[in-house]
């Protein structure tokens, strides 16, 4: 059974930075896609970005694009989002998520597992 924790949430002013991690108990973490996505208050959950298993091919949301980077230490079953230049808006619970699917992209259902969130509050 997969296990993902994320941590780095907390609160933070407009324009500061935040990094988020997320660990995984998976033995062949080296192998999967893994994404960020994100929950607002009365919103849909959102895709914020994914990484492919080598860590060569990220993918980012446009409303984060060059403020975020995804980055993953394979030899400690790790990713990270390095968040810079925080907006109100980017207030939300981050999600990561593991996919067996080499190809997965922004789609949700095609992460098999998923965290249980932590909370990034951007105040103005």
């Known amino acids: 059974q997969v296990q993902l924790v994320e941590s780095g949430g907390g609160l933070v002013q407009a324009g500061g930075s935040l990094r988020l991690s997320c660990a995984a108990s998976a033995s062949r973490f080296s192998t999967y896609t893994m994404a960020w996505f994100r929950q607002a208050p009365q919103k849909e959950r959102e895709f914020v970005g994914r990484?492919?298993?080598?860590?060569?091919?990220?993918n980012y949301a446009d409303s984060v694009k060059g403020r975020f980077t995804l980055s993953r230490d394979n030899a400690k079953n790790i990713m990270y989002l390095q968040m810079n230049g925080l907006k109100p808006e980017d207030t939300a619970v981050y999600y990561c998520?593991?996919?067996?699917?080499?190809?997965?992209?922004?789609?949700?259902?095609?992460?098999?597992?998923w965290g249980q969130g932590t909370q990034v509050t951007v105040s103005s």
């Open positions: 990484i492919t298993w080598s860590g060569s091919s990220t």
């Open positions: 998520a593991l996919s067996w699917y080499s190809m997965a992209d922004n789609t949700s259902s095609l992460y098999n597992y």
